[in-house]
């Protein structure tokens, strides 16, 4: 039972570089969503999606975009990456009917980012 | 804007002792769900325990339980004898009833150290 995985783990960047955050989810699940994990500020939403095709913006999307070409994945990409950056990355998903419900999301188990 | 707020950064309790987490939140929605979650430094988050807005009866599980203050906006947790295993981060979320498509707030996280 994988549930949600996101990969890599652990990654280091110099400023300035791209990457891309994988997240996949072998539930169905139609919402998915990204939060970055910075200390005293808990997790904060970067974007989200709410079906194949579709993204919107969270609370902190500056410097992030994001893909979802197909449902079971979720793609988070720094397009020049800056120390502000360094943080711990969560992807999360949920049914449709769960996110009206009292049912949690599912999250994956982090990805710790450093931007030199 | 919903916001959540957990006042305490750090907690500590000993081994078989009774501690209690503050959370409380800010919100204009009468339809809501709030969440407890546990992160260990394995940096898994698990649910801990939740509580629907609609229900008066605090939510317990097993060791675990809530004090939900509806009229005051405060949902504090309640971790009884408590257990080396209970070391960890937890954090405390929101979450909006209707179409706010699953999105949770969260708190800033309290770091609850267990004494043996």
């Known amino acids: 039972n994988a549930g949600v995985t996101q990969t890599p783990k652990f990654r280091v960047l110099k400023t300035g570089q791209s990457m891309t955050l994988l997240c996949a989810q072998d539930m169905n699940h139609e919402y998915m969503y990204w939060y970055r994990q910075d200390p005293g500020m808990g997790l904060r939403l970067i974007h989200y999606?709410?079906?194949?095709?579709?993204?919107a913006k969270g609370e902190v999307p500056d410097g992030y975009n994001v893909s979802r070409l197909k449902k079971q994945n979720f793609l988070l990409g720094l397009e020049s990456a800056a120390p502000s950056q360094t943080s711990v990355y969560f992807c999360?998903?949920?049914?449709?009917?769960?996110?009206?419900?009292?049912?949690?999301?599912?999250f994956g188990d982090g990805t710790r980012l450093s931007i030199l | 804007a919903q916001t959540v707020t957990q006042s305490q950064p750090e907690m500590s309790v000993q081994e078989a002792e009774t501690v209690t987490l503050s959370c409380t939140y800010d919100t204009s929605e009468s339809d809501y769900y709030l969440f407890w979650y546990k992160q260990p430094p394995s940096r898994q988050m698990i649910l801990v325990i939740r509580q629907e807005a609609y229900k008066q009866q605090n939510a317990t599980e097993n060791r675990f339980s809530v004090n939900f203050q509806k009229a005051a906006k405060s949902f504090s947790l309640k971790i009884s004898d408590s257990q080396l295993g209970d070391a960890a981060m937890y954090f405390c979320?929101?979450?909006?009833?209707?179409?706010?498509?699953?999105?949770?707030?969260f708190g800033q996280g309290t770091i609850l150290t267990v004494h043996p």
């Open positions: 999606s709410v079906g194949e095709g579709t993204t």
């Open positions: 979320a929101y979450r909006a009833g209707g179409t706010s498509y699953g999105k949770l707030t």
């Open positions: 999360a998903s949920s049914s449709h009917r769960g996110a009206r419900s009292n049912q949690p999301q599912h």
